[in-house]
């Protein structure tokens, strides 16, 4: 502009004839700004109350901008950094400039021979779980965490009831397929008895066998009445357990 002199590069694109296209200038080239995001937890924080596990941590996020420009030339660079919801900034420097034509973004002005603005921010991340939906991994590697002793005996118990429970349940499932053979073994005695001529040895010994393999049934309901109420008893302990405040 002769009016106002050089206002900065500008890029044009190879455009076809009688193609039209803006062309931004302004931005100097020379001068490259570079973004790395990293980010990691800390402070974390578990709670327990009526069977709800609370995570609280502390997420941090840094975001680095490296300043690159040619040999002898060092300008005041302006960078705007945008102003995420639910993040607050916990340093910098230099500290932004106050901007109300456009709160949606910090602004830094960086003097000459800047080469490097970090931006830490940090936000609150709560999770909630239901005890009851954790595996059994998760609760023990939550045990490492910050957790009051109070909470953290009392998650010990609950891992322990989940187990005895686990156990009792699988004992039950075990003895049930005991039964199911034995049933299966008694109706394929029946029908070899039926099948055996009468009044004959054979009939005889699969006689034997149906009447010993219907003790072993007998005896395997009484196992697993006993194998229920222990279940029910486990279950009781773990619901106290839970709902305790």
């Not at 960086?110 to 999770?127: F, N, Q």
Request: hydrophobic share 35%; aromatic share 4%; no cysteine.
């Amino acid at each position: 502009s002769d009016a106002d002199g050089y206002l900065g590069d500008a890029a044009f694109p190879v455009l076809v004839p009688g193609a039209e296209a803006e062309v931004p200038f302004g931005a100097d080239q020379r001068v490259e700004v570079r973004e790395r995001v990293t980010s990691r937890s800390a402070e974390r924080r578990v709670t327990l109350s009526g069977g709800l596990l609370r995570i609280t941590e502390r997420e941090v996020r840094t975001v680095e901008y490296r300043i690159s420009a040619p040999s002898g030339e060092a300008p005041a660079i302006t960078i705007r950094h945008p102003a995420e919801p639910g993040w607050e900034r916990a340093g910098s420097d230099p500290a932004p400039v106050p901007d109300e034509a456009d709160p949606s973004t910090l602004r830094f002005d960086l003097p000459p021979g800047t080469d490097l603005l970090r931006i830490e921010e940090t936000r609150p991340v709560l999770e909630s779980w239901s005890v009851g939906d954790l595996p059994r991994d998760r609760l023990i590697g939550l045990l490492t965490d910050q957790i009051s002793p109070e909470d953290r005996d009392r998650l010990e118990m609950i891992l322990e009831a989940r187990d005895r429970l686990d156990r009792l349940t699988a004992e039950r499932d075990a003895l049930f397929e005991v039964r199911a053979r034995t049933v299966e073994d008694q109706d394929r005695s029946r029908r070899m008895m039926e099948a055996a001529p009468a009044g004959s040895d054979m009939q005889g010994r699969f006689l034997s066998a149906i009447l010993e393999l219907e003790d072993l049934i007998g005896e395997t309901d009484r196992k697993g009445q006993a194998l229920q109420a222990e279940i029910a008893a486990a279950e009781t302990d773990l619901d106290r357990l839970l709902r305790a405040e």
